[in-house]
């Protein structure tokens, strides 16, 4: 233990979830001051209340002091409108990667180093390294931090953070990246947290239980329009195009008359993929086959993009492309691609990424991803 780090004070977002609990665990042991903290969000379905009094069953056993962050007004206003001003437009947000850069490494992180932090802690699963080498003759060599893929390759949550900047990284630590989710409960276990066997919080965390289309529905009109296969076939109705995302399987499709007549829902048919949306016309297109040709794509334009800023030339505008590893969408496995991008003023970007092979169930809105093939996180972007 190194008396570098007996010094330094860190502020752990305590979740009430198992993995935040051994997060704070493990930086005790590795001889931080370690401080508890909520982070008071928007919820609306009352886990928030409950979540919190499990954070700070968690303090009082870990023996460290616990605060609660009330950050629900600037989460409404960062994360819940952007998602629902994403879905309005037609495209299929990401609320949690939204979250990360302005709530956790955003508003936490500056309050905890005006309050006396060195660093903030998260139960990220995510490896924090130095990085003393790029990929071609288009990037300086500078050590810096950046992100790589976890350990746990089923945990892993690199996709999540890709608009992490080097000066977040450098308050920032991951203590889960080298332990795996099983590592994690059984320490739990092992030194008596209440935490060690709560379930993992699912799906989109402000909702808690509730529907992502009930929630929608309160601030986006439901509109009823048609639902027509790729060939042009009308096949039913829906009660709002918005609502949908690209790939979705699960279709509350109100049948046609004809097709009621026809048995056509009671079982002779395929499931149904959504495969595209005119957001003008209020009509959702279906695949009958999840291989089906119109649920590929082989590129797509991206937006928003953020690359580790280690890797910038010393110019103001320059064009570069390079091959990558990369996702576009949580746990998928990652694939060859191109990226080619443009930088502006070091740190605007416009580009694509094109995909070595066709993929599947593309959603405009949703983040593209892209590492080293040694799973060093480079940077992503936003779908067109």
């Known amino acids: 233990m190194s008396k570098k780090a007996e010094k330094k004070k860190v502020f752990v977002g305590l979740s009430g979830g198992v993995d935040s609990s051994v997060a704070a665990h493990l930086l005790i042991e590795q001889g931080y001051d370690v401080v508890g903290v909520f982070l008071r969000c928007y919820n609306i379905d009352g886990c928030a209340e409950r979540d919190a009094e499990d954070a700070r069953r968690v303090a009082e056993h870990l023996g460290i002091p616990f605060y609660v962050f009330d950050f629900e007004e600037e989460y409404k206003q960062r994360v819940v409108d952007y ?68 350990r746990d390759l089923n945990k892993d949550q690199s996709y999540f953070l890709w608009t992490l900047t080097q000066e977040q990284l450098r308050y920032s630590l ?46 986006i009109k439901e509109e009823r329009g048609e639902v027509r296969t790729m060939d042009g076939e009308l096949v039913g109705y829906h009660n709002g195009v918005r609502f949908y995302t690209i790939g979705q399987r699960h279709i509350d499709i109100q049948p046609t008359t004809d097709n009621q007549q026809r048995g056509t829902n009671n079982g002779d048919r395929k499931p149904y993929y959504v495969a595209k949306k005119d957001i003008e016309k209020n009509i959702l297109y279906v695949a009958e086959r999840n291989e089906h040709e119109a649920l590929t794509k082989k590129e797509v334009e991206i937006t928003s993009v953020i690359i580790n800023e280690s890797l910038f030339r010393n110019e103001k505008e320059y064009a570069i492309e390079f091959p990558v590893k990369a996702r576009v969408r949580y746990r998928q496995p990652l694939f060859n691609a191109v990226v080619s991008l443009v930088c502006k003023n070091f740190s605007v970007f416009s580009g694509k990424l094109m995909f070595n092979s066709p993929q599947r169930f593309v959603a405009e809105g949703q983040s593209a991803v892209f590492y080293k093939d040694d799973g060093t996180l480079i940077g992503g972007g936003v779908i067109l």
């Open 83 to 150: 998602m629902i001003e994403g879905y309005r437009a037609g495209l299929t947000p990401n609320p949690d990667v939204m979250c990360n850069k302005e709530i956790k490494f955003g508003l936490f992180l500056d309050r905890a180093l005006k309050l006396g932090a060195d660093y903030v802690a998260t139960g990220h699963y995510v490896r924090l390294q130095r990085n003393d080498e790029f990929l071609n003759s288009n990037f300086e060599t500078n050590s810096k931090l950046s992100l790589a893929i976890a």
């Open 174 to 219: 991951f203590p889960l990246g080298d332990i795996t989710k099983p590592e994690v409960r059984a320490i739990a276990k092992k030194i008596g947290l209440s935490t060690a066997e709560k379930k993992d919080s699912q799906g989109v965390c402000f909702l808690g239980m509730i529907d992502m289309k009930d929630f929608l529905t309160t601030f």
